[in-house]
Structures are given as C-alpha cells and as structure tokens.
C-alpha cells in the first residue's frame, strides 16, 4: 500500500482503535444503565470527545444535577487541555479550516500521536493530524453506540483492556525519551504529577500537578541560561 | 417531548470540553510573535506532558494493597523494554495489553 497522510495515520491509530472502542463501550453501556439511549451516547461522542469527561457526566445527568455544577466539574477533568494547544499553535497555524476541527477533537491520544517524535518528511504533517483526529473521533463514536447497542451482553471477558491507552502513553514516553537528550522535562512530568497525586488525591491532581510542571520547565530553562554551558 | 435539561446539560460539557482546547489558540495563535517562554514550553511540555498522562492512566491503582499495582508495573516494564528493544510501536502496545489482561484475569 503506497504510503500516504491517510494510511499512515490508519496505522498509528490503530492502538487508538482498540481503546476507544472499549472504553466508548463502557461508556455507552453506562449509559444504558442510567436510563439514557444510544441517541445520547452518540450525542456526547460527537459533540464532547473526552473519555473521562464523559464517564463523569453520567452520574452528572441521572443525578440531574445543575449546569453550574456540570460546567465546574467538566473544566477539572479537562483542564489538561489547556496545555496541549501550546505546543501545536505553530503546527496548526496554516491548516486552514481543519484547524478549528483538529483544536475540537484535541484529545489525549490525538495529542500523543499528533506531537510524537518520529515523523515521516514524506507526508504533509497538517493532513496527518486531520486524519488521525477525525479516525479517532470516528472510533469513539463507535465505541460510544456499540455499548449502547450491545449493553452488558458482551460473552468473553475484555477486563484490563483499557490498559491499550496506558501502554500507547508508555511507548509515547519511551520513544520521546530516546529521541532527546534532555530527559529533565519528562523527569518533571512524571515526578510532579506522582507527587499531586500523592498529596492532593486522585480527585483533584490534575490542576496542581500543571501548575508544578509550568513552574519546574521555566526555572529549568532560567536557570540554563544563566549556566549555558552547563 | 425532547428532554430539554439533558440538551443543555450536554451543551454546557460540549462548550467547556471545547473551551479547554481553544483557549491556547485564541490567546497565542492570532499571528502575533508567539512569547518566547511559550515557544520553549511548547517545546518541552510534549515531554512532560507524555509522562503525566501515564500516571494519570494510573491514578486509581492502590500500591498499598494487594495486588501492590504488580500487575500495573510488571506490564508497563514490558512495554518499555519491549519498546527501547524493537522500537515497534504496535508491537509494544499489543504485547502490554495482552499481558496485562492475562495478568488480572488469571494471575492476580
């Protein structure tokens, strides 16, 4: 098969595949036993596009609960986001109309996969990451009306399939790690977010542990120049 | 009738989702010079951000009770040698997930 923006971005995400139709299913089924149909799951898969977002606004919507509430509670968990534009500005600066689609379906994964270190010179970066967002939101739609559809019925167990997305995340690690030599802004990431996770709990570590790597990257970076040749 | 208040309620998840993407690009992508602090962390925050993601994928895993996040740790050590051995992407992924489903399904 020739070698195109599509195909290869067909081939990344095909790790992106298999979580996003696990974890859309159990999302979807979920859903189903709120009382909520697959009209609704599809919904949110179009119109949100966030895993864990998603997963938390079910109990949001059976429970009723305010709008105020559900905003709050949207912007904790997806807070993380905030980070992710900075680095692909340049990236998705001349990608005309599809850049207001490719900033929409910004997920985790589109992140991982859109800013990895190796990248083929022979194809256009821009399409690339317009397919790999649109395969991803393609899949997750699915995943979403398939446990809709299918419910609680499924025969063979799939437990700890979820682990897909966390070993994507490790070989995304990995493969950043071997590409640089500077390991300080990975050694950040990790050692800051463990540290939040520790002191302020699972619920609600997301945001002090940004704030952290912010505050760790730019006196790592005062604290080079000030010793270039360090 | 169609049930107005989940509407909204999916409206407003929707419309804060969307905002946590596009506010960098409103702030920083309108053509002006980018700051310099944010060209540099852009560069950086790849790195970090790869790593936060992995103990975000594994924050509700208990490393005080049984079984200690074994199953957890013992299938990340094998996608990160499998994958600084190989190199292969899929291959890493595939083999890690396997792993770890064999390992809480039959093991743990």
């Known amino acids: 098969m020739k070698k195109t923006a599509f195909t290869t971005a067909l081939r990344d995400t095909i790790p992106v595949l298999t979580g996003y139709l696990f974890l859309g299913a159990g999302f979807g089924i979920l859903m189903n036993e709120n009382g909520f149909g697959i009209g609704w799951s599809v919904a949110m898969a179009l119109f949100i596009l966030a895993g864990s977002g998603q997963y938390l606004a079910v109990g949001l919507l059976a429970a009723r609960a305010g709008l105020v509430n559900i905003a709050v509670a949207t912007l904790l968990v997806n807070a993380r986001h905030l980070f992710y534009g900075i680095s692909l500005v340049d990236t998705y600066k001349n990608t005309g109309l599809k850049k207001y689609y490719m900033i929409f379906g910004l997920t985790d994964e589109t992140y991982s996969l859109v800013t990895q270190a190796k990248t083929d010179p022979r194809i256009d970066h821009g399409t690339y990451c317009f397919f790999v967002t649109a395969l991803n939101h ?19 167990s799939f437990e700890g399939v979820d682990f897909v997305l966390t070993a994507l995340f490790v070989t995304m690690f990995i493969e950043q790690w071997l590409s ?23 619920d609600y570590f997301l945001i002090p542990s940004m704030i952290l790597i912010a505050a760790l990257l730019i006196l790592a970076r005062a604290k080079a120049r000030r010793m270039p040749y360090a | 009738m169609p049930d107005t208040y989940l509407i909204a309620a999916i409206a407003v998840a929707a419309l804060v989702t969307a905002a946590t993407r596009f506010l960098p690009f409103l702030i920083f992508g309108n053509g002006k010079k980018t700051p310099d602090i944010i060209v540099y962390l852009g560069k950086v925050l790849p ?41 292969n992407t899929l291959l890493s992924i595939a083999a890690g997930t396997v792993g770890y489903m064999l390992l809480i399904q039959f093991v743990f």
């Open chain 1, 138 to 156: 393609c899949y997750w739609i699915c995943g979403c009306a398939l446990g809709s559809i299918l419910g609680a019925t499924l025969p063979i």
């Open chain 2, 47 to 87: 790195y970090a951000i790869m790593g936060m993601l992995v103990v975000y994928c594994l924050k509700n895993v208990s490393f005080i009770s049984a079984p200690f996040a074994l199953p957890e740790l013992i299938s990340c050590a094998v996608v990160a040698i499998l994958h600084i051995w190989k190199r």
């Open chain 1, 180 to 202: 640089s030599t500077n390991h300080l802004p990975a050694l950040i990431g990790l050692g800051s977010t463990a540290l939040c996770l520790l002191i302020f709990g699972s």
